[in-house]
């Protein structure tokens, strides 16, 4: 290349790019073709499936979905129903409680302060899986196995959203307006409530979508407490398929069951996927 | 400390006291088990080292450690290959790539979906008989018999680490597009008056300015390599099949605990993969930071 004189590799410009636009179109076509085919197929009868592979959608789909119902006995609302709850309840508390001891964190001088947040930066390090055996071990003394309380307490220690809504207080957040907060007679917990959380609503809305997305998408946790079919979330009533008749005669209705576990993140990500990318790009940058 | 900083316990109280709950007695509890024989439920003995001493003679456990790093060795080279091209191609100045935006959104998005409902789509996306893959690469005449994708050893253990790959390039991105972000204008403008071309300057510019991003994307991706879990268990019978080839540790360690009530002996696996996450992780470390004249991962 460094062999070409200068107005020939500005003439080349043009059309470099266009070759840079095709190959990131092509990685966008791999991006979202699997998702494709499964709408595609989530529509089609199992005789339209093995007879091959078209781009033209049919009308299956509801039909599809009410054989999982008749033939496996599962129901997929029921599950979507279960992970709403388990997820929405967990990312209230994960919200909360994240704000609320980053609060503790940065604007009071206790002791230990320090020794505390090492501590649990250290255990952000730890993956889920090296306490797990306890994990199931504790929920089963407390007596919440099949219960939804060992998939949502646990939210309110979300370490990494305490470390990015802490990071994000320090710079907007100035001591001096707590300070006037305190001369005009407001407690400590009305200071927090009614002046801080609006403030750092921007962090907290991040790590909202973030921790909604994480806990929708659990699976090992569900997989060692909840037991019997009515109280499994969406992913686990998909990977119970697996073994399920339906799913191995009919296609259709496989690909339809997983369309339907996967719609609401698709939505959730189509409103909000500014906040996500934002917020995956700057958490990385400040750790 | 002053009168009204007593306050910070309470409002930390709530997250400590689930912090020590749910996450460091569980743990520690799991780290208590190495030295059992707990089944998972009723009386225990204590057994001392022996679960240890299997752990490091365990054929099944070697078999696991192999597969799940050739698993995430394939994995990372299409991974960060990819996120590395990106990079090259919208950090150039001359080429000046619009809609980062709009294509960093969709190449993120395989990330974000439920892992279980990716398995299963796979598992029959690449079906034998019937699966799509097979279908349409037969139409455009690239084979001429359809191939068993997850029947194969090979192929089998391939398409999950294109999978991940698949899942995890645009995070690698994002992180590195991020630290490019960071990087001065200046740096490239006055490369490029010396008449650096754009090897060069990402060679001797991007590069070593990303080497703190690159190394938590390194450090970060092995340890999700390392607990790579969902995929083994869903997309074949879940128990490793094609013949132990997706076998990987924390599937191991699962099936240990679950399906043999061997928690005693899942709980040293567990510590086992967390050793070698460390220990793997320093090494990462130190190649990073010892690697002088160029930096990078490659």
């Known amino acids: ?287 | 400390m002053k009168k009204r900083d007593h306050y910070g316990y309470i409002f930390i109280a709530p997250f400590f006291l689930v912090f020590f709950v749910f996450l460091i007695y569980p743990v520690l509890l799991t780290l208590f088990y190495t030295f059992t024989d707990f089944k998972g439920f009723g009386e225990y003995n204590m057994t001392g080292l022996a679960n240890w001493q299997r752990l490091f003679t365990d054929k099944q456990m070697g078999v696991a450690f192999v597969n799940t790093w050739k698993i995430w060795g394939m994995n990372i080279v299409v991974q960060l290959g990819l996120a590395f091209i990106l990079v090259f191609i919208f950090s150039d100045i001359v080429w000046k790539i619009k809609a980062v935006g709009f294509f960093r959104t969709l190449f993120y998005l395989p990330n974000l979906i439920t892992l279980a409902s990716v398995s299963m789509l796979f598992r029959i996306l690449l079906d034998e008989n019937h699966g799509a893959f097979n279908q349409v690469l037969f139409n455009i005449g690239l084979i001429d018999e359809y191939i068993p994708f997850l029947a194969r050893p090979f192929t089998a253990q391939a398409a999950v680490a294109l999978i991940q790959a698949w899942m995890w390039f645009g995070n690698s991105f994002l992180f590195l597009m991020a630290g490019v972000t960071g990087i001065s204008k200046d740096y490239f403008e006055a490369a490029k008056v010396d008449g650096a071309n754009r090897f060069q300057m990402f060679g001797k510019i991007t590069l070593p300015l990303l080497k703190p991003i690159m190394l938590y994307v390194a450090i970060t991706s092995l340890i999700g390599g390392m607990q790579i879990f969902e995929l083994p268990l869903l997309i074949t019978n879940g128990l490793g099949a094609p013949k132990d080839s997706l076998l990987t540790m924390v599937l191991l360690l699962y099936n240990q605990a679950v399906r043999f009530t061997n928690f005693g002996y899942g709980s040293t696996v567990a510590y086992g993969i967390f050793l070698i996450t460390i220990v793997f992780s320093i090494i990462a470390y130190k190649i990073m930071y010892s690697n002088k004249k160029q930096g990078g991962v490659n």
């Open chain 1, 1 to 287: 290349m460094s062999t070409y004189k200068k107005p020939i590799k500005a003439q080349l410009v043009p059309v470099e790019r266009g070759l840079l636009y095709a190959f990131l179109l092509i990685l966008v076509v791999i991006c979202v073709t699997p998702f494709f085919m499964m709408l595609v197929n989530a529509t089609r009868s199992a005789a339209q499936i093995n007879s091959g592979f078209t781009l033209i959608p049919s009308s299956h789909f509801m039909e599809n979905l009410n054989s999982i119902k008749e033939q496996a006995n599962i129901n997929l609302y029921n599950g979507l129903k279960n992970s709403a709850i388990i997820a929405f309840s967990a990312t209230v508390l994960t919200a909360y409680f994240s704000s609320l001891t980053a609060y503790g964190f940065q604007f009071y001088n206790f002791k230990g302060k320090n020794f505390l947040f090492a501590m649990i930066l250290l255990m952000m390090m730890v993956p889920q899986q090296l306490g797990m055996l306890g994990f199931y071990t504790v929920s089963a003394k407390l007596g919440m196995l099949n219960t939804f309380y060992p998939l949502i307490i646990p939210s309110v220690a979300n370490i990494f959203g305490v470390f990015f809504i802490r990071q994000y207080m320090a710079s907007v957040i100035h001591m001096s307006l707590i300070e006037a907060a305190r001369i005009d007679g407001a407690s400590e917990i009305t200071i927090f409530h009614k002046i801080i959380f609006p403030l750092i609503v921007p962090a907290t809305a991040t790590i909202t979508i973030m921790a909604f997305i994480a806990n929708w998408n659990n699976y090992l946790g569900p997989l060692l407490i909840l037991q019997t079919n009515n109280m499994k979330t969406i992913p686990l009533l998909i990977g119970s398929l697996k073994g399920a008749r339906v799913a191995q005669n009919n296609y259709g209705a496989l690909y339809a069951a997983i369309a339907l576990s996967i719609i609401p993140i698709l939505i959730i990500f189509v409103i909000f996927s500014r906040y996500i990318i934002s917020g995956i790009s700057s958490g990385g940058v400040k750790e």
